[in-house]
């Protein structure tokens, strides 16, 4: 049985493969990858972290510009019904004083 270029090619590349993949897997379990895992996890644990603290002040920000803004708007609903009546008291006070005059 005769190999062409190409079939010789695709069993190289086939045993290659297997070679550099059972060595992978033993090179994966070794003690050394398995403390660099270790502390790549806790990075990014670390990270996480950093992130959910941003998180909390990021709502907690919000949380309050939303108060704010809630009270600003009764303020101006307020200042606005007030403003209404004495508008309203003064159209009062001018009618009587035209009927009575």
């Not at 897997?25 to 270790?38: E, F, G, H, N, V």
């Not at 790549?40 to 996480?48: I, P």
Request: negative net charge; contains cysteine.
């Amino acid at each position: 049985m005769m190999f062409g270029t190409k079939q010789l090619f695709k069993l190289g590349l086939f045993i290659g493969g297997t070679v550099f993949g059972t060595a992978g897997i033993t090179i994966l379990k070794s003690r050394d990858a398995k403390c660099a895992y270790t502390h790549a996890t806790a990075a990014v644990l670390r990270g996480k972290d950093c992130v959910m603290k941003t998180v909390s002040t990021l709502r907690e920000n919000c949380d309050d510009i939303y108060e704010d803004a809630k009270d600003l708007n009764e303020r101006r609903y307020a200042a606005d019904a007030e403003r209404a009546y004495q508008e309203a008291k003064a159209l009062v006070e001018e009618h009587e004083a035209a009927t009575e005059a």
